[in-house]
């Protein structure tokens, strides 16, 4: 089955050796994703900011796939401060309030940046 990716131009990528997104049949799977512009993070100590930002760039990588946010069917945050989940929430809410895709939230000791509070990853099927 025939492979569709979606990169962001990172040096990481070629690097490390992924991808934004990857689209295999209809099947669409994001990759955790942050809050970076051009090696800098947006919204530093604001987690609601952070994942308005993420989730509007994970929305991008969709729609460049042939996808889109109503499609989601799992979403995963892996955040920095678990007690900070309602402003992280309420801003998930705002994007997947009609959806209702499974979510999971977990508090991780660190991301790639001490600055970043939140990264996200989701699944997408296409009908």
């Not at 799977?29 to 530093?44: C, I, L, P, S, Y």
């Not at 987690?47 to 989601?72: C, F, K, M, N, W």
């Amino acid at each position: 089955m025939a492979r569709t990716r979606v990169f962001t131009g990172s040096p990481w990528e070629p690097e490390v050796g992924y991808c934004r997104a990857i689209r295999v049949g209809q099947r669409v799977d994001v990759a955790g994703t942050t809050a970076m512009k051009d090696g800098e993070v947006v919204g530093a100590g604001n987690p609601y900011e952070q994942t308005r930002y993420i989730l509007h760039i994970i929305e991008q990588a969709l729609i460049d796939l042939g996808a889109s946010l109503s499609d989601v069917v799992r979403t995963r945050m892996f955040v920095t401060d678990i007690s900070k989940w309602e402003e992280i929430g309420k801003a998930h809410g705002e994007f997947f309030r009609d959806i209702q895709p499974v979510a999971s939230m977990i508090e991780v000791k660190a991301l790639i940046d001490p600055l970043l509070l939140i990264e996200i990853e989701v699944e997408a099927y296409i009908e």
